[in-house]
């Protein structure tokens, strides 16, 4: 490898760091507005799980 390896792995791992940053801030923002919609709440989850219909 060159003189510069470290700058190289510094970069790799600022751009790895960073799109697992936008990931992670993308799925919170899924996770918050499919919850604003009403439409599962953890909760809410755990209770449905155990409901049987009425057939």
């Known amino acids: ?5 470290g700058y190289v ?21 899924l996770a918050r507005a499919k919850r604003a919609r009403g439409a599962i709440t953890p909760a809410a989850e755990v209770s449905q799980s155990r409901e049987t219909p009425d057939d």
């Open 9 to 29: 792995l510094a970069t790799y791992m600022l751009v790895a760091v960073t799109l697992g940053t936008w990931f992670a801030m993308i799925l919170t923002k």
């Open 1 to 5: 490898m060159h003189d510069g390896w």
